[in-house]
């Protein structure tokens, strides 16, 4: 692609829908220099930085910052794009409030270039959906101007991080083998199973219909599991009845 036109546009997606995986330190040092060294050959990049899902972050060794700040300010061929959402970010399901940060390197003055592109970025968003709602805007800066803003949101981070570490115990047991692998997963509200001779839309059907178990499949193989609605309690026997529906269409 770079060949052909001299630019590429890249979507980097961490924490990861629907895998939720988030790269370590050096995997994000590698991605950030790997762009780096193709605009240095003068290829123009815009990487867009999906951070929906930013801050949940369950174990040591993941990145717990952007790729944003790797990449920023790395070359005037790099343009950083780096998106935000309160929807996951703030638990406020249906605001559907999204924040945008651009960053380069720019020889001179940066003003002129980041006025411009706050007027196109503004254009795009009247051009199709003519006007953020003001009353979702302002009720998420309001929350987060309230001085109990940081420890609601760390009481939240416990119990998704529960409920993760409760999946990766579960999934410990060797007897689920022989039905999937489990795609890597260390933050985020997704988790994905890698089914083992089974079609995953099959399979998605059929936990719905004789189990009223809802889960998504994700191309031909993976099935997509929510852990971020499950209660503790319930997640042994939400992937038992995975399991239960693997073996019903095995038989």
């Known amino acids: 692609e770079r060949k052909k036109s001299g630019k590429i546009t890249v979507l980097l997606n961490f924490p990861h829908n629907?895998?939720?995986?988030?790269?370590?330190?050096k995997e994000g040092e590698g991605i950030a220099n790997i762009l780096a060294d193709f605009a240095s050959k003068g290829t123009n990049i815009i990487t867009i930085c999906d951070d929906s899902y930013f801050g949940l972050f369950y174990d040591e060794e993941t990145l717990k910052e952007s790729l944003f700040a790797l990449i920023c300010d790395r070359s005037p061929n790099l343009l950083a794009v780096k998106v935000d959402g309160a929807t996951k970010e703030n638990f406020v399901w249906g605001l559907r409030v999204g924040f945008i940060t651009y960053g380069i390197r720019i020889d001179g003055d940066p003003l002129p270039v980041y006025d411009a592109l706050e007027k196109k970025?503004?254009?795009?968003?009247?051009?199709?959906?003519?006007?953020?709602?003001?009353?979702s805007q302002s009720i998420v800066l309001k929350s987060m101007n309230?001085?109990?803003?940081?420890?609601?949101?760390?009481?939240k981070f416990d119990i998704l991080q529960g409920?993760?570490?409760?999946?990766?115990?579960?999934?410990?047991?060797?007897?689920?083998?022989d039905a999937w692998d489990v795609h890597p997963f260390n933050s985020g509200y997704f988790m994905c199973l890698r089914l083992k001779g089974l079609d995953a839309e099959t399979l998605r059907l059929h936990l719905l219909d004789k189990y009223g178990v809802g889960l998504i499949s994700v191309g031909k193989r993976d099935l997509r599991v929510a852990f971020s609605c499950l209660e503790e309690n319930d997640i042994q026997e939400l992937f038992d009845i995975v399991l239960k529906g693997a073996n019903d269409l095995k038989s």
């Open 146 to 155: 309230n001085s109990d803003y940081y420890e609601e949101k760390k009481q």
């Open 18 to 25: 629907p895998t939720g995986y988030t790269v370590t330190k």
């Open 163 to 177: 409920r993760a570490k409760r999946v990766k115990e579960v999934l410990s047991d060797p007897k689920y083998n």
């Open 121 to 135: 970025t503004a254009g795009c968003i009247r051009g199709n959906i003519s006007n953020a709602s003001h009353l």
